[in-house]
């Protein structure tokens, strides 16, 4: 197979890979060098370059010309906007979480979050620019807080949880930009406490429009959601379990999928995520622990699923992994490529 003058690289790689693992049928990770640091990982296409975003001081960005070797860039905030702590009063310098780029009717959205550690004190900002590679940055400001996605839900719904104080349950993390069948944007984001929500966005200010739903939820942690659509249907896939505790990490990559961006989502068991169900897409082994912080991203020549796992090799450093993803026969993703199909169309 030659080249893809998208992905340089990166399908020699892939199947010279896929060859060696016929046997077992295993996928193809890429193979990456370079500046590979990296927590919670976005990935997007622009100007003949692949772009990384990642959580950090500031933004932490890497770009690569071919998708396996890797530079790192400036990060995108130089200084903090003051509504910042005006949610997460205690937070880090500079702390950013999560960032999620995606293009969306002609510019690229970064939304990302802010919070303390271990705490629901936390909110949500946009960046957006007409392209990665001018890196044109505009700061659109503040668009959700814990405090006002949890009045707009207790509002519509009066069974939202409360925590002990009575104060809604949520948290406002891990923001990832999602579209609906008809092209209408949502934004899909949350963490423990009260789980995972998607809200409608208002495709002129690209920020809430109503309240969000409730589409997933898990006791013992649940958090990093991105939803894409392939035939027919809208995946849903979040990192569970324990992050960021090195190689002691217990995050696995998860999903399941609705008919319908607002759910109800359920995993291959047929257990709805809003009862802690998930399918297992990739959990630790022995080098690789703790995966997640996941992004699934398509282009036109198929699906990747892009995200850190701490490096039990390297003192446990959280490091950028990217992998092919498939669909098998009855349409649920795969890290490998037995009876998958073919990867396109939504």
């Known amino acids: 197979m030659a080249p893809s003058p998208a992905f340089p690289g990166r399908f020699t ?10 046997s077992s ?9 370079g500046a590979l640091l990296v927590h919670d990982p976005s990935i997007a ?9 990642g959580t950090g001081p500031g933004i932490r960005v890497k770009h690569s010309t071919d998708g396996s070797k890797w530079i790192q860039g400036e990060p995108l905030i130089k200084a903090e906007p003051q509504w910042w702590r ?27 979050s802010v919070s303390e550690f271990a705490t629901n004190h936390s909110a949500i900002g946009l960046l957006s620019c007409s392209s990665l590679a001018k890196g044109d940055w505009r700061d659109d400001g503040f668009v959700i807080s814990s405090v006002s996605a949890a009045q707009a839900r207790a509002a519509s719904n009066p069974e939202t949880r409360l925590d002990p104080s009575g104060t809604p349950w949520f948290n406002t993390i891990d923001p ?33 429009s109503g309240a969000p739903y409730s589409i997933a939820y898990k006791p013992n942690g649940i958090e990093a959601p991105n939803i894409v659509r392939h035939r027919g249907f809208y995946y849903l ?11 002691k990490s217990t995050y696995k990559i998860a999903y399941g999928r609705s008919t319908g961006i607002t759910g109800p989502y359920v995993d291959q068991a047929g257990v709805p995520m809003l009862s802690s ?13 703790g995966p997640g912080g996941q992004t699934v991203y398509e282009n036109s020549n198929g699906w990747i699923v892009v995200y850190h796992s701490y490096d039990a090799e390297n003192k446990g450093a959280p490091t950028l992994r990217i992998g092919d993803l498939y669909w098998d026969a009855d349409e649920w993703p795969t890290i490998t490529n037995a009876d998958s199909r073919a990867a396109h169309g939504n």
């Open 176 to 208: 990832s930009l999602a579209t609906d069948v008809s092209g209408a944007p949502w934004l899909v984001f949350g963490s423990w406490f009260d789980g995972i929500h998607v809200v409608r966005l208002d495709p002129a200010t690209m920020k809430p």
């Open 277 to 289: 169900g998930g399918s297992i897409l990739i959990a630790g082994g022995p080098r690789w622990k």
């Open 25 to 33: 049928a295993t996928a193809a990770d890429w193979a990456l060098t």
């Open 13 to 22: 790689t892939a199947c010279l890979m896929l060859a060696l693992a016929a």
């Open 237 to 247: 896939f979040v990192s569970i379990d324990k992050c960021c505790q090195g190689v």
């Open 45 to 53: 296409e622009d100007g003949g370059a692949w772009w990384v975003f």
């Open 86 to 112: 005006t949610y997460a009063p205690a937070m880090r310098k500079l702390d950013v979480w999560a960032p999620d780029v995606h293009r969306f009717n002609g510019r690229f959205w970064c939304y990302y």
